[in-house]
């Protein structure tokens, strides 16, 4: 028998205990407290690599493993590019250096992926209005995606956001808060405020909420079909809430039961800042879960979350893949996003550019091999983040050259 179907969601099962639920009703966390995750019957997808080849280049060609079933909310985003970057590899001793450039979204950060996956179920399931707390790309993406579903959202976000992700926000119609304080003070304030809305507002926080990791997944999918079906050596992923890196691990795994994808699974690495990097000292100490990190800092405000929510599923996929984690100081990232701007003519983003820094470490270590292909991600472009630029102004009569 052919079962056609647009999406083979089938149900949603709690990443830490046995408790499953049913799909096509609207949950958040588990009752245990932890994210949900979309499961599929993937027995039942009947699709291979060469029909979805031929469909338009959106990260809606993989649908059958997307949990949409018939409300596409779209803005044309995904297949972004799969960049060699020669001349920044001979410099690190990486030849096969790849960066895949999720700079390239409506809104500017690979958080379109979420959004877009994450509002159109939303819905389809009969959200009309959501609430989140967020740092900056992920609310500017949400209510994009909110204002084309017609959907009202409220945001929080610190007084410090960077000012070009209030704007974005703001100019949606969205109902924008700056506090004077930390994301946490705004998740505060935002759970308040949906237990007060009588089940009107729906809790759009990061995993809290079941489908934006699908939407990221979508980046291990396009990696995969951008090398021919196969996976590289290595991917390095810039982590914060490590919703990517949970996805790419995710989409590797369905991938090889589906029978797309053989061989052995990339070593994935989680790279976060110096100055906030819960995870990497996880990592190091062998635990299973982080330590909320104190006092965080650093100019990539994407990958500024002191206790991930997944913590314990982002340390599952470095144990389980070989990979590692390492931390990078603002003054190399921002050394080596000029450096990538001078020889690849780039302007990515500082977390991309975290990146592109931990390469070059991993490799001086030896923890990389010369022979190697490794991809690292963008997840934004540098566009949004003008402040970290400085550009020298000359007086009339100063002497040019
Ligand atoms: C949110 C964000 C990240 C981190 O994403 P996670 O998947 O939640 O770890 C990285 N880079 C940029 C530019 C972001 O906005
Ligand atoms: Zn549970």
């Keep these: 028998m052919r079962i056609m179907s647009f999406s083979h969601l089938s149900h949603l099962d709690c990443s830490r205990c046995a408790e499953r639920y049913d799909a096509d009703e609207i949950h958040n966390l588990c009752v245990c407290g932890s994210p949900l995750l979309a499961r599929y019957d993937l027995g039942s997808v009947t699709v291979g690599p060469a029909d979805i080849s031929g469909r338009p280049p959106t990260l809606w060609r993989y649908h059958e493993v997307l949990p949409v079933r018939e409300r596409v909310i779209s803005m044309g985003e995904g297949?972004?590019?799969?960049?060699?970057?020669?001349?920044?590899?001979?410099?690190?001793?990486?030849?096969?250096?790849?960066?895949?450039?999720?700079?390239?979204?409506?809104?500017?950060?690979?958080?379109?992926r979420g959004a877009?996956?994450?509002?159109?179920?939303?819905?389809?399931?009969?959200?009309?209005?959501?609430?989140?707390?967020?740092?900056?790309?992920?609310?500017?993406?949400?209510t994009a995606y909110g204002a084309r579903a017609g959907m009202r959202s409220v945001v929080a976000m610190p007084e410090s956001a960077p000012l070009i992700n209030r704007t974005e926000s703001a100019i949606t119609g969205s109902q924008l808060y700056l506090v004077r304080g930390h994301i946490g003070d705004c998740g505060q304030m935002i759970g308040a405020l949906i237990a007060r809305s009588n089940g009107e507002l729906f809790d759009a926080s990061t995993l809290k909420e079941p489908y934006r990791i699908e939407g990221k997944k979508t980046m291990g999918y396009e990696?995969?079909?951008?090398?021919?079906?196969?996976?590289?050596?290595?991917?390095?992923?810039?982590?914060?809430?490590?919703?990517?890196?949970?996805?790419?691990?995710?989409?590797?795994?369905?991938?090889?039961?589906?029978?797309?994808?053989?061989?052995?699974?990339?070593?994935?690495?989680?790279?976060?800042?110096?100055?906030?990097?819960?995870?990497?000292?996880?990592?190091?100490a062998g635990a299973t879960e982080s330590t909320a990190w104190p006092n965080p800092k650093t100019v990539a405000f994407g990958i500024t979350v002191p206790k991930p929510l997944g913590?314990?599923?982002?340390?599952?996929?470095?144990?389980?893949?070989?990979?590692?984690?390492?931390?990078?100081?603002?003054?190399?990232?921002?050394?080596?996003q000029a450096l990538c701007a001078r020889l690849e003519g780039t302007f990515i983003c500082p977390e991309g550019a975290a990146t592109l820094a931990a390469v070059r470490?991993?490799?001086?270590?030896?923890?990389?091999k010369e022979t190697e292909e490794v991809v690292v991600l963008n997840t934004g472009s540098g566009l949004k983040y003008p402040a970290e630029v400085d550009v020298p102004t000359l007086d009339p009569g100063d002497r040019l050259g």
């Design 116 to 142: 877009a996956v994450g509002v159109s179920r939303a819905a389809e399931l009969g959200v009309r209005a959501f609430a989140m707390p967020s740092n900056g790309n992920a609310s500017a993406a949400w």
């Design 79 to 112: 297949m972004t590019p799969l960049l060699p970057l020669p001349a920044l590899g001979r410099e690190f001793g990486v030849p096969g250096l790849l960066m895949k450039d999720d700079g390239l979204f409506p809104t500017g950060s690979f958080k379109a």
């Design 223 to 284: 990696i995969v079909e951008q090398l021919g079906w196969r996976s590289p050596d290595v991917i390095v992923y810039p982590t914060g809430g490590g919703v990517g890196l949970i996805g790419i691990y995710k989409a590797l795994r369905e991938m090889r039961e589906l029978g797309w994808l053989t061989g052995p699974l990339p070593r994935l690495v989680a790279v976060q800042a110096g100055g906030c990097a819960p995870i990497v000292a996880a990592f190091e």
């Design 361 to 368: 470490r991993l490799r001086d270590s030896g923890w990389i």
């Design 311 to 336: 913590d314990f599923l982002i340390l599952e996929a470095l144990y389980a893949t070989n990979g590692t984690a390492i931390a990078v100081d603002d003054t190399d990232t921002l050394a080596t």
